[in-house]
């Protein structure tokens, strides 16, 4: 009872979110198409007039900048092909590998971001959503293809928007037109990924670190069955602030003191709780240099005393939300950005190849083909998703 208790006031926002979304379901469904029966469209004409000024207004420049999406999504797709197969290999041949493939959802606690928060999440999709549906609308508006709805789209727990261009119209149109039209989503997210990380390399973070003083690291987790932080008794979340009489402010500092010693060397660890002793093992990845056996490592920071009270303070925290969220909406966009160009029938990616073999092959040879590789990438992905659990049950 503690823990249902405790789970409901954990994902509270989240629960009240999904039951909006489903009163809206059922006050809207004469109005929602039915697709799979897990697949919810519901349609509207907002955004048309502004995709028909700006497409217009700007038309040489979103020509242009969707032929550069359309290299940057091929490219993109072999990207993050190469990277859920290669995920998949070693899940399959490095013992205790961690998946690097899950579904982002508030709660979710992310190694080295922690647990995303529900308002970040919600925002972050929301821009993530409408940059990529209308960057498919108005570079189709480019073209001069019709775009005929927008709408909102509900697939199980996720959540996203689209746009309906005019199809007929659209096949009819030479290949780079085709693929211009269907990569700008997937270009635009990456790209908003990228300027979130650009505000936040050049803007948020620099401000944030002017503001506070670095004291230390901490950890998550351990690392392996044997791990030698565990054995010497330093728990995660305590503050690691030396070693070997040597104070350390960042982990990297931290870093070059431990590469000193070897496996079987005895160091002393100081934390902001007491100094322990700790014999080293060596490390998995790289033989003879001693391992600590700690994971999910995060830098630890103190607030200077002059941003600490009143208004100042107030301008601090404001400056971490916004540094917070920008972090998010760069794993988010990013991550979103190149899930959409797998080769899979439900996202454009699936839709760049299913053209290019059509073109290649004939419709028919072509479609063939194209379900064979979607198909693949479906089991590669699903496998991707569950193995952890697979692995634990059997």
Do not use: C
């Amino acid at each position: 009872m503690i823990d249902v208790l405790s789970f409901l006031l954990r994902f509270k926002y989240v629960i009240i979110f999904y039951l909006a979304i489903i009163i809206l379901l059922i006050w809207k469904r004469k109005k929602i198409q039915t697709q799979a029966k897990i697949i919810f469209l519901y349609r509207m004409k907002w955004g048309l007039r502004w995709m028909d000024k700006y497409s217009q207004k700007h038309r040489e420049w979103i020509i242009l900048l969707g032929y550069i999406g359309v290299g940057v999504g091929f490219i993109g797709m072999l990207i993050i092909g190469y990277f859920l197969v290669k995920n998949l290999y070693d899940l399959f041949t490095i013992p205790a590998m961690a998946s690097g493939v899950s579904l982002v959802l508030p709660g979710i606690n992310v190694p080295g971001l922690g647990i995303l928060p529900f308002w970040h999440w919600l925002i972050a999709i929301f821009f993530i959503a409408i940059v990529h549906e209308f960057s498919h609308g108005i570079v189709a508006r480019a073209h001069n293809v019709e775009v005929k709805n927008t709408g909102i789209v509900f697939f199980g727990p996720i959540i996203g928007a689209f746009v309906e261009p005019n199809e007929k119209k659209m096949v009819k149109e030479n290949d780079i037109v085709q693929y211009s039209i269907l990569a700008a989503g997937s270009f635009s997210n990456i790209m908003l990924g990228l300027l979130a990380l650009f505000l936040l390399g050049f803007a948020a973070m620099p401000l944030q670190d002017a503001m506070t003083d670095a004291v230390g690291f901490s950890f998550e987790n351990y690392y392996g069955e044997t791990s030698p932080a565990q054995i010497a008794g330093i728990n995660p979340g305590v503050i690691v602030t030396g070693i070997d009489d040597v104070t350390s402010s960042t982990f990297q500092e931290f870093q070059e003191e431990l590469i000193k010693n070897g496996p079987g060397d005895t160091i002393i660890i100081h934390t902001t709780e007491k100094d322990l002793s700790l014999v080293l093992t060596e490390s998995p990845d790289v033989p003879g240099r001693g391992f600590l056996g700690i994971s999910n490592i995060k830098n630890e920071i103190e607030v200077k005393e002059q941003y600490s009270m009143g208004i100042m303070n107030l301008f601090y925290n404001t400056l971490e939300t916004i540094t917070s969220f920008l972090r998010w909406l760069y794993l988010l966009s990013l991550g979103i950005g190149l899930f959409n160009l797998l080769p899979l029938p439900i996202v454009d990616g699936g839709r760049m190849v299913q053209t290019f073999l059509h073109k290649l092959k004939g419709i028919d040879k072509g479609e063939k083909r194209y379900r064979q590789i979607s198909l693949f990438f479906l089991l590669v992905l699903v496998f991707s998703l569950f193995f952890p659990w697979l692995s634990k049950v059997f």
